[in-house]
């Protein structure tokens, strides 16, 4: 089968079902894990944010081993599809295990939350690593290629829409006099979702592109040559900063709506919801903006603007939560 054969559009689906699958579960656990940590599940703020830096810094580890082991895999299936498949059924567990909250002392159930957070991180690793480099192994052919990642972008948000918006609603409507139970049932029922469509994604792709052999590489010499790159340097402080941002500003979306607007978990999921529509709008405008003005220019006047919405919402009346929601957007 050539490796520049025309993708059906089927396939294009199947493969973008695989990233919105990944979103259920990493936009909502953005959006509220931190609210179920603290207020839910009772740990201590330090201990909770302590827990989160260094399974980030675990995750810069993992991630490039994670890489290595999918490049070096040899299956029937290719290099990275089995992987879909064999991990998407922990990655389910997994989610449901971080929302678990067990009959232990203090001490216990901060070292179960820290084992449980762990588990979905690297199941998390294993999973969308092999996803992300699978795209480049269906064709070689650039305009498909494009075309594939087009239909991604598109459908990926429905994913992170479900997982924000939905997930405290569903969990109320569950069990309404419990939202631990219904939190952890919700996540249950996103779980059993993504696996299906990361199952779909596996069953409905095929490896075509073949993988080019490499001599002498070398890490710690190609390590040196990026951090020597000034251009280099300063894009990845940025796409640190702007990840920071990005997590900070999900993660207090339910704080700020319960405790200085004081409104519900309706409000809660107008918020996200937001969020997620902005991100396909600002996905969408990307192209044609970069196109007729400066990148860097447009990225500077945006962030400033997104900047100067925060520090004005931070002034307003709570009765006016509205005029936060369309900053928010």
């Not at 678990?100 to 762990?118: E, H, L, N, R, W």
């Not at 290629?145 to 918006?165: D, E, M, V, Y």
């Not at 792709?205 to 590489?217: D, F, S, Y």
């Amino acid at each position: 089968m050539s490796a520049t054969e025309k993708l059906t559009v089927k396939e294009k689906i199947g493969y973008s079902l695989g990233d919105a699958a990944s979103h259920i579960v990493f936009d909502s656990s953005v959006a509220i894990l931190a609210y179920f940590y603290t207020d839910i599940y009772g740990l201590p703020p330090a201990v909770m944010g302590t827990m989160f830096l260094l399974v980030r810094l675990l995750d810069a580890i993992t991630d490039p081993i994670m890489g290595a082991i999918a490049d070096a895999t040899s299956s029937r299936w290719g290099r990275f599809r089995p992987w879909l498949l064999a991990i998407c059924g922990p990655f389910a567990v997994s989610c449901v295990l971080v929302y678990t909250i067990p009959s232990f002392s203090d001490s216990g159930k901060v070292v179960y939350a820290v084992a449980a957070y762990i588990f979905m991180t690297l199941m998390y690793t294993a999973i969308n690593i092999p996803y992300c480099s699978l795209g480049a192994a269906l064709t070689s052919d650039p305009r498909e290629n494009l075309s594939l990642q087009s239909w991604r972008f598109a459908i990926t948000p429905l994913g992170g829409a479900l997982g924000t918006a939905c997930i405290l609603p569903l969990a109320d409507y569950l069990y309404p006099q419990d939202r631990a139970s219904g939190i952890q049932m919700a996540m249950a029922i996103f779980g059993v979702i993504g696996c299906l469509m990361f199952i779909i994604c596996f069953a409905t792709t095929k490896e075509r592109v073949q993988p080019i052999k490499e001599e002498n590489l070398n890490v710690v010499r190609d390590v040196k040559i990026l951090f020597r790159n000034e251009q280099w340097r300063i894009l990845s402080i940025y796409n640190f900063m702007m990840l920071v941002a990005v997590v900070i500003r999900g993660g207090a979306v339910v704080y700020y709506v319960n405790t200085v607007l004081r409104q519900g978990s309706t409000i809660i999921s107008l918020f996200m919801l937001g969020g997620m529509i902005a991100s396909m709008l600002g996905s969408a405008l990307a192209q044609p903006l970069g196109s007729r003005f400066c990148k860097i220019k447009l990225s500077f006047w945006i962030n400033l603007l997104n900047a100067g919405l925060g520090i004005v919402c931070f002034w307003l009346p709570v009765q006016y939560w509205l005029i936060p929601l369309v900053a928010h957007f």
